[in-house]
């Protein structure tokens, strides 16, 4: 099942599902249009920084970008904070 649509304050706003090329993700166009962006790459040339967020929400002149984590404690030698550091 498929879902092509999902309402946000009061608005039908379309999914704009990850592009593929085979089993690759490639990133796309990053001029956002309104719709709701799963699974979307972003960055920010200019800091040199790039991501993959768990959701992007385009409503009206408003961007949202959701990013849920989950640490794995029993893993990690430490867990890192902020730009470098490090807290064991």
């Known amino acids: ?32 249009i ?8 972003v960055y920010l040339k200019s800091a040199a920084l790039c991501g993959q967020s768990d959701r992007v929400e385009v409503i009206k002149n408003t961007v949202d970008v ?7 404690r029993s893993r990690q030698k430490g867990l890192k904070l902020g730009m470098g550091s490090l807290r064991r």
């Open 34 to 41: 309104e719709g709701i962006y799963p699974e979307h790459f």
């Open 1 to 32: 099942m498929s879902i092509d649509t999902i309402e946000r304050q009061g608005r039908a706003l379309p999914i704009i599902k990850p592009i593929y090329d085979g089993k690759i993700k490639q990133a796309p166009v990053q001029k956002l």
């Open 66 to 72: 959701i990013d849920y984590k989950q640490i794995k």
